[in-house]
């Protein structure tokens, strides 16, 4: 099947670069995701998060209400 496929010729070389540079993307905004929701997590004090609230701080950041711990 692989000979097949470069025997044919039929993709370009630009493909793999292409489909590198979105994973790496991909990594890169799933990192910072990541970041956000561990940031927001950590001011919890053990209440476990739905999916709304990590919906809401991927998108904004750390609440306002968990933000300003004194």
């Known amino acids: 099947?692989?000979?097949?496929?470069?025997?044919?010729?039929?993709?370009?070389?630009?493909?793999?670069?292409?489909?590198?540079?979105?994973?790496?993307g991909a990594a890169w905004l799933l990192r910072i995701f990541a970041g956000r929701i561990f940031a927001a997590g950590m001011l919890m004090y053990g209440k476990e998060p739905n999916w709304a609230e990590m919906l809401r701080w991927t998108i904004k950041g750390t609440s306002r209400k968990t933000?300003?711990?004194?």
């Open 67 to 70: 933000a300003k711990v004194d």
């Open 1 to 24: 099947m692989r000979l097949r496929v470069s025997a044919c010729n039929q993709y370009s070389s630009k493909t793999p670069v292409i489909s590198i540079l979105l994973l790496a």
